[in-house]
């Protein structure tokens, strides 16, 4: 069964920088699918942040071009995001999933939070 596990939030200044990670247990879904970074904030929708595709495309919300980098590790699998420039409007719970479709269960997520 697949088990989407992120990592890598935390607490971090505005102008900081923070690397997330995507890991499955299954060690099979992220040779074979897309992935994408999804997160969301308090009282509003989950949105697409990044995403990677098999052959290495990528694809960034407008709000994170040139701050955010996707990258994946196949034989590590794992898909990262390293977050720099982080501004407070950042702050949210990050996931991982499937894209352009979402699909697994979602994880836990991880907790990014940038402050002023």
């Known amino acids: 069964q697949v088990q989407l596990v992120e990592s890598g939030g935390g607490l971090v200044q505005a102008g900081g920088s923070l690397r997330l990670s995507c890991t499955d247990a299954?060690?099979?879904?992220?040779?074979?699918?897309?992935m994408g970074w999804y997160r969301q904030a308090p009282g509003k929708q989950r949105e697409l942040v990044a995403a990677?595709?098999?052959?290495?495309?990528?694809k960034y919300a407008d709000s994170v071009k040139g701050r955010f980098t996707v990258s994946r590790d196949n034989a590590k699998n794992t898909v990262y995001l390293q977050m720099n420039s982080l501004k407070p409007e950042d702050t949210a719970v990050y996931y991982c999933?499937?894209?352009?479709?979402?699909?697994?269960?979602w994880g836990q997520g991880t907790q990014v939070t940038v402050s002023s």
């Open positions: 999933n499937g894209w352009p479709v979402v699909l697994y269960d």
């Open positions: 990677i595709g098999t052959g290495g495309n990528k």
């Open positions: 299954s060690r099979i879904i992220f040779r074979i699918n897309a």
